[in-house]
């Protein structure tokens, strides 16, 4: 009855609930949260996900996190994202960028009252400098960081522009999460810019009609009911299949109980013949077993009756599920103690057929050891006391088994375990020592095989001189042979086991060693004809050598090269040296002392490579002293040629060179660096290093009379420039200035100055014409000081023509004004006399006048009328262009943004479109 009211209250409660709750706008399926960015839309790579990813988790103050879709599907922007904000759970210092592709729209979305606060006083009312100053603040925050870049394609930037602005105002936040705040979502469209308009100046709106939304209540009341009464049909059956559920664990656990019975009855029944059948251990520990397994039977008895709970309901779930946990406890703590009782019981019982099983093949095993034991004696040609004595143990043992076997199994297991243990290990020796024996006999054979491939391996390679060395190790063998025999006679399996490997290591050593000998001979062999091709060559090298010494002496001087000569010499020392280490390696082979020629050698070839290194060093050095002398003709040869074009481009070049610039004394000093360089050419011996210097001061003679002509070209140049320059200023600047005297007299100072300057370039003074440019400049920049006074002249007189033309025309308008106001009081006053009913003469002639001035008053004032309607109208349309602008957005223009507040949810939104 319990469960039944609980479920009747939360179906009225669920039905209260839903009646009263407010109606929320969802999506269809909203993405759970998986990290601050989900890119649903695809926009972006995965290196920009993760520079994003770590831009949003740079911000110091608020946390930002951002979902792109491909499409809203026709819901508002705002909603949407208040929904997934609640639905991720996220806090007060959160901030959600919400993202459409295809809606080209982007939404923020927060939670914080204080953060609100702060945008509404802190920020410009028009940050994105539109204009428009009614909209929101979140929406102008994306007009002017989010915006500019989505249009462009890049979201990265946005992004990070958009989230960087907010997050630097978190400083202003309290240093507390807010409470709850307002609910600002961000949407201002055309409809609710005008209806803000007209709600400040017109009647106030009209009564809300609540019909529809109580209908939809009453639907939605009628919906929750049949949901709770379903709900209510479905958590009965629930309750009744799972306390049925719970009925059959406990009945299959007391079915468990009652074979658990069944198997401990079976043990007791083998048990008890053992009690009375068997003395000793063995009848104790049956009948301790016996008290065990029938405690534990009257125990599982009790269990399996389950008395005093058969009246419990299937509905009663609570004493069900408590009754289901006492049973499987008692189960549990019943089976432990029973299992191991169950299964002492059986090996108690098993061993009454065990041990007499285990004595007869153990009896077996006894026989085959004598076997073996007879094989070995008869091989060893005497008894072996050691085994004979553990034999006789073992029969002890194996009688004394099959004495308890009859009356005591237990007692008889350990002496049968005893029994096994010396038995395995009595096998084991007996196997060891036969496999020793026959190695023993085989001895013979193995060393005489040994002996004939040493044999063999000598005369192959002449090694009669080491033929007692390698003897002497086959010899030892022989010597370790009787101690291998006592060994066996005493069954020391270890000792006979460790003079066998010996004996094998031995042998085995004997071949090596001829092998090694042989082995080594032949490359000793390999080493010294490789060496003495290596020493043929050093020698032919040092011949050649010899002869380039000799010829250096007739062609450099001794300084160049007398240090390479002494190098060469030690050289030759070394080599010496080494040819009689070849010699002494050689006599060493040839008395097969191959160790210590082997060592000789390898010395040898470590000399040998130092020496081919040092012989090429020096080969190179002598080969680089002609190579130094060749390269310094050609660098001469080559500077010649290159001061012979210089020559002839100076010869053919239009720049004047005055005397006084020097290139004479240049010319002269290329002249007498040529001259010396030839004569130390000529001269014997050869000092090369004084021919390189003199070539070097001849390469750096010519290039100084190439650098001071190409000075002079550059300067030339320069004055040529710098007069045509001056020229196009100074005739652009003189039609700006006022006075054509003085016009006239500073073009005819320019033509002058210019003809100066340019009489200086023709004559070659090219330096002077370049201080006369810069006089030149001086006076034109004069020039440009009065040209810019006549140009604020000009323009303060045109500033002064407009304003006395506006003038002008206000006055015309006054005038005309004030004659369409007289032409109005003269109708009136014609109206007024004709309606008096004045003379016919007179007040026709007036009422004449009357009508025509009335006629072209009337014209005139339709015309002002129509103009007055016409401006009107223009403005009517300009404030509606006005206020749409303000409002919606196109993919082209501006941006879009709408901003609305939902007090009762506490959220911040602000949406914007581009």
């Known amino acids: 009855m319990k469960t039944v009211r609980a ?50 988790a740079d911000r110091q103050y608020l946390r930002f996190d951002v979902l792109t879709i491909v499409s809203l599907n026709g819901q508002d922007a705002d909603e949407y994202a208040t929904s997934i904000y609640e639905h991720w759970g996220l806090s007060d210092r959160r901030v959600l960028l919400l993202i459409s592709l295809q809606d080209r729209r982007a939404t923020i979305n927060f939670h914080h009252e204080a953060l609100q606060t702060i945008l509404d006083t802190t ?62 979502s961000v949407s201002v469209s055309e409809a609710e810019a005008q209806t803000d308009a007209s709600s400040q100046e017109g009647p106030l709106p009209e009564p809300v009609n609540w019909g529809p939304f109580k209908q939809l209540m009453a639907k939605l009341f009628r919906l929750t009911f049949w949901c709770a009464l379903a709900y209510l049909a479905f958590l009965s059956l629930w309750l009744l299949r799972r306390g049925q559920r719970k009925a059959t664990e406990i009945h299959m656990a007391r079915l468990a109980s009652g074979e658990l019975m069944l198997e401990m009855s079976r043990a007791l029944e083998r048990v008890v013949p053992l ?181 063999q391996v000598i005369e192959e390679h002449n090694l009669y001189e080491r033929e007692q060395d390698i003897y002497r190790i086959l010899e030892e063998s022989n010597v370790r042979v009787p101690s291998l025999q006592q060994a066996l006679r005493l069954a020391d399996t270890a000792r006979a086991r460790a003079e066998w490997q010996r004996i094998e290591r031995l042998l085995g050593e004997a071949r090596d060693k001829a092998w090694s000998l042989a082995e080594m001979q032949r490359s000793n062999q ?41 190098d060469h010499l030690g050289l030759k020392r070394e080599l010496a040296s080494a040819r009689a280490a070849f010699d002494q390696g050689r006599e060493r082979q040839s008395r097969q002392q191959f160790e210590s020629a082997n060592a000789l050698l390898d010395d040898l070839a470590v000399s040998a490579n130092k020496l081919s290194q040092a012989w090429e060093t020096c080969e ?128 005819r100072a320019f033509r002058k100055r210019h003809d100066e300057i340019y009489a200086m370039i023709k004559q070659g003074y090219y330096d002077d014409a370049l201080d006369a440019c810069d006089e030149l400049e001086s006076f034109i920049d004069e020039v440009g000081r009065r040209a810019e006074v006549a140009n604020r002249q000009r323009e303060q007189e045109r500033i002064a023509r407009e304003r006395a033309r506006e003038r002008r025309e206000a006055e015309r308008e006054r005038t005309r004004i004030l004659e369409l106001e007289a032409e109005k009081a003269a109708r009136r006053s014609q109206s007024k006399a004709a309606a008096t009913g004045g003379g016919w003469g007179g007040g026709s002639s007036s009422t004449s006048s009357s009508s025509a001035s009335g006629s072209s008053s009337s014209s005139s004032s339709s015309s002002s009328a129509a103009s007055s309607s016409s401006h009107s109208s223009g403005s009517a349309s300009w404030s509606s262009s006005s206020s ?31």
């Open 620 to 747: 190179r050095a002598v080969a680089k002293l002609d190579a130094d002398k060749a390269a310094c003709l050609g660098q001469f040869a080559s500077d010649n040629d290159a001061f012979g074009q210089l020559q002839r481009r100076i010869a053919t070049s239009d720049v004047i060179v005055l005397p006084e610039e020097g290139l004479e004394a240049d010319y002269r000093l290329v002249y007498d660096t040529a001259q010396r360089f030839r004569q130390i050419e000529q001269l014997w011996p050869l000092d090369l290093r004084q021919l390189q210097k003199e070539g070097a001061r001849h390469t750096k003679a010519i290039d100084t009379v190439r650098e001071k002509f190409e000075e002079i070209e550059e300067t030339k140049e320069l004055a040529v420039t710098t007069l045509r320059d001056a020229a196009g200023d100074f005739y652009r600047l003189i039609p700006q200035t006022y006075g054509m005297f003085y016009k006239i007299g500073r073009k």
């Open 123 to 184: 920020l410009a009312d028009d940050l994105d400098r539109d204009g428009d100053r009614s909209e929101s603040k979140l929406t102008e925050i994306l007009d002017a960081y989010f915006i500019p870049h989505a249009r462009e394609g890049d979201f990265q930037t946005a992004i990070a522009e958009t989230t960087k602005f907010m997050d630097a105002l978190g400083p202003q936040l309290p240093g507390q999460a807010a409470g709850l705040g307002e609910d600002v």
């Open 526 to 566: 390999e080493k010294l004809v490789v060496m003495e091709e290596r020493l043929q060559g050093f020698d032919r090298l040092s011949g050649h050598l010899d002869q380039e010494f000799h010829r250096l002496s007739n062609a450099y001087k001794k300084t160049l090269w007398n240090r390479l000569e002494q």
């Open 884 to 914: 749409r602008s303000s409002g919606g957005a196109s993919y082209g223009g501006s941006s879009s943004g709408s901003a609305s507040k939902s007090k009762d949810k506490g959220h911040s939104s602000g949406s914007s479109g581009w």
């Open 275 to 455: 009690i009375e059948g068997s003395e000793g251990r063995t009848s104790q520990a049956a009948g301790q077993l016996e008290r065990r397994l029938t405690e534990l039977l009257l125990r599982a008895d009790g269990h399996r009756r389950g008395e005093g709970d058969h009246h419990l309901h299937v509905l009663q779930l609570k004493k069900l599920m408590a009754l289901l946990e006492k049973v499987t406890g008692e189960l549990e703590q019943l089976s432990a103690p029973a299992e191991r009782a169950i299964v002492e019981a059986h090996e108690l019982a098993d061993l009454e057929h065990r041990v007499p099983q285990t004595i007869g093949r153990l009896r077996e095993e006894q026989s085959q050891g004598r076997v073996i034991y007879e094989e070995l004696a008869g091989l060893l040609e005497q008894p072996v006391e050691a085994l004979q004595r553990e034999f006789k143990e073992l029969e002890e043992l194996l009688v004394t088994a099959e004495g308890y076997a009859r009356s005591d199994a237990l007692t008889a297991s350990e002496w049968t375990g005893r029994a096994e243990r010396r038995m395995a290990e009595l096998t084991a020796n007996l196997q060891e020592l036969l496999t020793l024996a026959h190695s023993e006999r085989a001895y013979l054979d193995m060393e005489r095989q040994a002996r004939q491939d040493v044999r």
């Open 7 to 56: 479920v009747l209250v939360m179906w009225v409660l669920c039905a209260i609930v839903s009646g009263f709750a407010r109606i929320e706008v969802v999506a269809a399926s909203l993405p759970d949260y998986l990290g601050s960015l989900q890119d649903r839309a695809g926009l972006f790579t995965a290196e920009q996900k993760a520079a994003i990813k770590e831009d949003l």
